[in-house]
């Protein structure tokens, strides 16, 4: 259990959900960031449940989606578009460069570097990539295929690339190297007695990544070394990792609860658990970050493995059982938080103050606050 000296700090995706939910106001003009034309070719054989079947489900609706469902799927789009972005950088320079995520080259010393945290991180950051890849090309094609604008974000990828060998020299969307990783998620997921969404807080599990601008890419090839620096930016990605695939974790669910098309949820229902796999492995690679102290950056990564604090331990992955919705009722084990309220502008906070998005444009930021807002106006069901 924690210490009494131990420092709490609340979750930045926690508070910045529960911020947003209490902001009003009229959103901002519709800017020119909606795409025409962008759906791609989806099939839907079902194997061996026969041709019957699979006509069936090959049959489009006839229904054009509401506007409050089109809505969260364009934000759900939009946040699968910014993840492909940055795990496609990662993939260039740590993962396996083949026809399912093309680009870069790769950078041996960095992939060495996350291998200590498990020898097939490269073929966990393909495959990750790989889904992001399918989940944004899906929701755009489905959005178009139900009479609802997809979105294309590509006119504001101009940040620039690591500049690191094996990384492509290409207009980016989001900012690796210069991240503040929130990882209260870590005491949170192993907490029995508290609830984000009740409103409880939490301690970070590496509070150096709390504070500060991290690489989690090497920046150059200077950063290739000394061993302890290289290391510390693949321990950083790892965390990483983690924190944003928990994030989307909890944003399916928490979203869902507001779409009212019956196969639109299904959408919803049927990809938010595959982020719920991705936390899973990310949270189980972050526990075996080595001990260390970056010479560079003095960022300091504290022994998880062999931490006395139950909130701590890094082998205790499934979900600790938590109070959920009322405390009067059991504890239950749960994904959290899952409060609908505001949950996609907390989502752009919470992103946008990990330092994603660092040195983007203004249109940027009033284009991803537009579909947020217009996610968050959709009425829940019920």
């Given amino acids: 259990m924690r210490s009494s000296t131990e420092p709490e700090t609340a979750s930045s995706l926690d508070e910045a959900i529960a911020q947003a939910a209490e902001k009003s106001g009229k959103g901002l003009s519709r800017r020119a960031f909606l795409a025409s034309g962008v759906a791609v070719g989806v099939g839907a054989g079902l194997g061996p449940f026969g041709g019957t079947v699979s006509a069936l489900a090959d049959k489009p609706s006839a229904s054009k989606l509401g506007k409050g469902d089109a809505a969260i799927l364009r934000f759900l789009a939009a946040a699968e578009i910014l993840e492909t972005d940055f795990w496609q950088q990662y993939n260039e320079l740590g993962g396996i460069q083949d026809g399912e995520v093309p680009g870069g080259s790769g950078s041996p010393t960095y992939t060495k570097a996350l291998e200590v945290l498990d020898e097939d991180m490269p073929q966990y950051i393909h495959d990750n990539t790989e889904d992001e890849f399918t989940h944004f090309t899906f929701l755009n094609a489905y959005l178009e295929s139900r009479g609802a604008e997809a979105v294309d974000l590509k006119q504001f990828a101009n940040l620039p690339s690591s500049k690191a060998t094996g990384a492509q020299q290409i207009g980016r969307l989001t900012n690796l190297m210069e991240l503040t990783v929130d990882t209260s998620w870590w005491t949170r997921y192993r907490s029995s007695t508290k609830n984000p969404d009740l409103g409880d807080s939490f301690a970070q599990a590496v509070p150096g990544l709390a504070t500060g601008e991290h690489p989690a890419i090497p920046p150059s090839d200077a950063d290739l070394k000394p061993e302890d620096h290289i290391q510390a930016i693949a321990n950083t990605a790892g965390f990483h990792f983690a924190t944003i695939e928990q994030g989307g974790t909890s944003l399916?669910?928490?979203?869902?609860?507001?779409?009212?098309?019956?196969?639109?949820?299904?959408?919803?229902?049927?990809?938010?658990?595959?982020?719920?796999?991705?936390?899973?492995t990310w949270q189980d690679k972050a526990g075996n970050a080595p001990a260390l102290t970056d010479p560079e950056t003095g960022l300091e990564f504290p022994n998880l493995k062999e931490s006395s604090n139950e909130e701590l331990k890094a082998n205790l992955i499934m979900p600790e059982p938590a109070p959920f919705l009322r405390r009067s009722l059991p504890i239950v084990s749960i994904v959290r938080p899952t409060n609908t309220q505001g949950i996609a502008m907390g989502v752009v906070e919470f992103l946008t103050a990990m330092g994603l998005f660092k040195k983007q444009s203004e249109g940027f930021f009033e284009a991803l606050t537009q579909l947020a807002r217009e996610a968050d106006a959709a009425k829940p069901r019920g």
Avoid at 252 to 279: C, K, N, W
Wanted: proline share 7%.
């Fill in 252 to 280: 399916y669910p928490s979203l869902a609860q507001r779409v009212r098309d019956a196969e639109a949820l299904r959408v919803v229902l049927s990809i938010g658990p595959t982020e719920a796999m991705h936390f899973q």
